[in-house]
């Protein structure tokens, strides 16, 4: 259950102070853009302290203060060159509001962070950029399930003055971003404390003045333990209001027939209703007496059960309910003459399972189909059969118009050209091989050729003596004709 706003809201106001440790992990990559090929900088270390600490003088008005130490080491392969910690230090006011149960805080104020720079000698040597900048953060608080809380932060420097190691005045960017879940371990009347699994994505970018630019990234992970401080609680809570005679009604709804549960039926008791869970069960807790259960299920009819129900007692009632005729809906099937529109009799039309034939005004009916799509198949001699879909609708009657065109038979497909020299024109004697017909040809005394071949894809090879040879690719169907003609280049004497 989620935490109410109003308790949610009165247990944030109490709180007048919180510390947070964190230990954890950190993930660094950035480049330093130098002179040459430049510099990069990758590793994961485990030494990524932190503390957190928050006070609040009344119930939005607060001040924060934030340490930070992060290890770092800079390595090429499994070899470390050097290494070293960067500090990050912050501190200034913070308000607080509460939205409903969520809870959402705003600081401003000072932060000091050193940024990895590197020095220009053979061996690089971590010299550490100083960033001073005015901040603004915030935080939101959101309560989850069984004490559970979210938090999002972010940070953002909006007036900044950097430093290299030797005083020059650079220029530098970034952000931080991130987020963790609160869980809680220990609640006390003026303490409490919490688990934080925390997680953080730092960016920064410095520019020197000779324009050396370094850029990071650090993605930190890690766990922390938070203590916080509340008022002392006011008055104990009121006792517990004088029991109510009340006792349990169970119902199981099944399918009358088979016995099966019905999951998902709502039952209306008086002006309450409830769903049945998955094993077709619904309890409630009601006053002593008579009560009427009205019973409603998806495809059944409506049933109704009477139960007493006594004081402290327990009253279980099965409900049989009987399934509904299933709606069906029919089709009507008009076939015709796809040449001149004229009704066909006779013709055999196939929907779905069932079979029927037109009568003389070329119409057929089909009944009792359940409704949804239906594939319909239309054949008759002299033909070509047709495949049509018709969609059928609880009630109602579709209709359906299917045109028949003619079977034509065809003969074979024919391939004709001439074969000529690209050297004035000559016709040639040549040769065409077809090898998924198992054909080989030769030209007459025109260069003129003449294949018959069944319908498909076909890969001709045309050659000729003291010339290039050629392949085409035709497709022909039954029936039809392909005229080509090729022209051979003349081999080039050596």
């Given amino acids: 259950m989620l935490v109410s706003p109003a308790s949610a809201r009165a247990e944030q106001e109490a709180e007048r102070a919180s510390l947070r440790l964190r230990y954890g992990v950190s993930l660094r990559d950035g480049q330093q853009a130098d002179v040459g090929p430049g510099l990069t900088y990758e590793g994961l270390t485990p030494n990524d302290l932190a503390a957190v600490g928050v006070g609040w003088v009344g119930p939005w008005l607060g001040a924060w203060a934030e340490v930070q130490r992060e290890a770092f080491d800079l390595k090429e392969g499994s070899l470390r060159i050097t290494g070293g910690s960067l500090l990050r230090a912050s501190v200034g006011p913070r308000a607080r509001t509460f939205l409903g149960p969520v809870r959402a805080e705003v600081g401003a104020g000072y932060g000091f962070a050193q940024l990895p720079l590197f020095g220009s000698s053979e061996a690089p040597v971590l010299a550490r950029g100083v960033r001073h900048a005015a901040l603004v953060n915030g935080r939101v608080l959101v309560p989850l399930f069984l004490g559970l809380k979210l938090e999002a932060r972010g940070e953002l420097p909006v007036a900044l003055a950097v430093r290299d190691a030797t005083g020059t005045k650079a220029e530098a960017t970034g952000f931080s971003a991130g987020g963790a879940l609160l869980v809680p371990l220990k609640s006390a009347a003026r303490w409490g404390g919490t688990l934080v699994l925390d997680f953080q994505h730092v960016q920064d970018t410095v520019t020197l003045a000779d324009g050396t630019r370094s850029e990071q990234r650090l993605r930190r992970v890690g766990a922390a333990l938070e203590l916080s401080w509340r008022d002392a609680p006011h008055a104990p809570p009121p006792p517990p209001p004088a029991r109510v005679p009340a006792g349990t009604l169970s119902l199981q709804m099944v399918d009358a027939e088979t016995g099966a549960p019905l999951p998902g039926a709502r039952v209306a008791l008086g002006d309450v209703e409830r769903v049945a869970d998955a094993q077709g069960r619904v309890e409630a807790e009601l006053p002593p007496g008579e009560v009427a259960a009205r019973v409603s299920a998806e495809g059944y009819a409506p049933s109704e059960a009477r139960a007493t129900v006594e004081d402290g007692g327990r ?79 609880a009630g109602q009657e579709s209709a359906l118009s299917v045109p028949l065109a003619l079977e034509r038979k065809s003969g074979p497909a024919t391939l004709t050209g001439q074969v000529r020299s690209t050297r004035g024109g000559q016709p040639l004697a040549a040769t065409l091989l077809i090898p998924q017909a ?9 260069g003129a050729f003449t294949v018959r071949v069944k319908g498909g894809t076909y890969r001709i090879t045309i050659s000729a003596r003291g010339h290039l040879s050629q392949t085409k690719v035709v497709k022909v169907r039954d029936g039809e004709q392909a005229i080509f003609n090729v022209d051979l280049f003349p081999r080039q004497k050596r």
């Fill in 438 to 446: 198992k054909v080989r040809t030769r030209t007459d005394a025109k």
């Fill in 315 to 393: 009253a279980a009632v099965e409900v049989r309910a009987r399934r509904l005729p299933p709606p069906t809906g029919a089709l009507r099937v008009t076939v015709v003459s796809a040449q001149n529109g004229v009704p066909l009799p006779e013709v055999r039309v196939a929907v779905g399972a069932a079979e029927v034939r037109t009568d003389m005004m070329g119409q057929a009916q089909v009944k009792d189909l359940p409704p949804g799509p239906v594939a319909v198949v239309v054949k008759s001699p002299g033909f070509r059969p047709a495949e049509e879909a018709a969609v059928i609708v």
